[in-house]
């Protein structure tokens, strides 16, 4: 029995695999509330109950130093060591979430992903994974010769460049707000949604209708209404919001591809991609992806693709957990799958 991890600052959801035939099983998952729990050993401990596992692997936010990782987003340090003498695991492993998702993509079968440009997909050579959730995660997939192997990173991380003018005064606005430097985060994730709404409210004087300003105040999460009335077409600032959302996504994820040089093609993961499939659909993201002056026709020939299956992450930790435990390639199913 396998346990894999996706931790996240909202929540952690865990999952049970076994190993039949070299393929993974799917047998039970949960996700938590990440802020009503004081660590994670206690979360793994109420979902095992009975269960016994013999590798763990959990997908973090943020670099993993020597096995250990402290969260940004949570009161929380992890050590892997720790983890496996608390939780009487043989072998536990933790891994930077986006890496997790990479190494889940070898995973997924072919309805599990939405391709959104085909590319020129007899392209062969290093791929990126982007993915904006309750942060904007980025990695590098290396192709070694015979698979791609995730490096995790921390682009989203990296400075936000505005291309045009709407967006020059979304960035004075961001640094008003946060007290200095603005990251790509802050635009191309949930609160960047949120925060793109809030400067077309504040400093473009787009009407919120009272009905609006009511639904998001009932609401823990504003960008599940203002997804809601975008796609529905009911709302302009909503539409607007999301508009300019998708466009700064697609060309953050342009700029990824030209660093990784990912002629084998750009995936888009996270939370918030399968719910706005139909707004990627529409142009707004592929345009801005490869607008990218002289270089705009190796963007037009990278294939994107859409990962759909939520549970994406848990699906490469599993793989993860799984190959590395088992120490010896020959002793692992999954290891041609996972770098050793």
Same mark, same amino acid.
């Given at each position: ?14 999952? $049970? ?17 990440? !802020? ?9 401990? /109420? ?23 402290? &969260? ?9 060591? /720790?983890?496996? %003498? ?21 995973? &997924? ?9 085909? *590319? ?11 993915? %904006? ?22 682009? *989203? ?12 005064? $979304? ?5 008003? !707000? ?69 466009? @700064? ?14 002629? *084998? ?21 592929? !345009? @801005? ?5 002289? $270089? ?45």
């Amino acid at each position: 029995m396998i346990l894999a991890g996706d931790v996240g600052g909202t929540k952690v959801h865990l999952a $049970l695999y076994d190993l039949i035939e070299g393929k993974l099983k799917h047998t039970r998952d949960k996700q938590y509330p990440a !802020k009503d729990y004081p660590g994670l050993e206690v979360i793994v401990k /109420e979902f095992l109950g009975a269960d016994k596992v013999t590798a763990a692997c959990f997908g973090v936010p943020g670099p993993v130093r020597d096995g250990r990782l402290r &969260l940004t987003n949570l009161p929380w340090t992890l050590d892997s060591r /720790e983890l496996a %003498a608390g939780l009487v695991i043989p072998h536990v492993f933790l891994i930077n979430d986006l890496e997790a998702n990479g190494y889940g993509i070898a995973q &997924l079968s072919p309805d599990q992903i939405y391709t959104l440009s085909e *590319g020129d997909s007899g392209q062969t050579g290093n791929r990126a994974l982007i993915a %904006a959730g309750t942060g904007l995660g980025e990695c590098t997939l290396a192709w070694n010769g015979h698979i791609h192997v995730p490096y995790p990173s921390e682009g *989203g991380h990296a400075d936000y460049g505005p291309r045009n003018e709407d967006e020059i005064d $979304l960035l004075r606005f961001l640094k008003q !707000k946060y007290n200095g430097r603005v990251s790509y985060e802050r635009v191309v994730s949930g609160m960047g949604l949120t925060n793109i709404y809030e400067f077309l409210r504040e400093v473009r004087g787009v009407d919120e209708p009272a009905w609006l300003a009511a639904r998001i105040a009932a609401v823990p999460d504003p960008n599940s209404v203002i997804t809601e009335m975008a796609l529905a077409a009911k709302s302009e600032i909503c539409e607007k919001a999301l508009d300019m959302f998708v466009s @700064a996504y697609g060309a953050e994820a342009g700029n990824l591809a030209l660093k990784v040089l990912s002629v *084998g093609g750009l995936y888009v993961g996270g939370g918030i991609a399968p719910r706005i499939l139909e707004k990627l659909k529409d142009g707004t993201f592929l !345009k @801005a992806f490869t607008d990218k002056g002289r $270089l705009s026709q190796l963007l037009i020939n990278m294939p994107v693709r859409v990962i759909l299956e939520s549970k994406a992450a848990l699906l490469g930790a599993a793989a993860y957990a799984e190959a590395h435990a088992a120490e010896l390639i020959a002793a692992s199913p999954l290891a041609a799958t996972v770098k050793m």
